[in-house]
């Protein structure tokens, strides 16, 4: 899955709002992975059925 398609899910869900990265995305050079750090509001009381 691709980082994008990763915040797009966490948006559809009715517990989060404002979705995002907290800074850049960078590659770690040892495992070769991207690291990221993401933020996102939680919402409180019931969600919308």
Request: proline fraction near 6%.
């Amino acid at each position: 899955m691709a980082l994008h398609q990763f915040i797009a899910l966490l948006e559809a869900s009715p517990y989060l709002q404002r979705v995002s990265f907290m800074a850049s995305v960078v590659r770690d050079p040892e495992s070769h992975k991207d690291r990221f750090h993401i933020g996102a509001d939680i919402v409180s009381g019931q969600p919308d059925q």
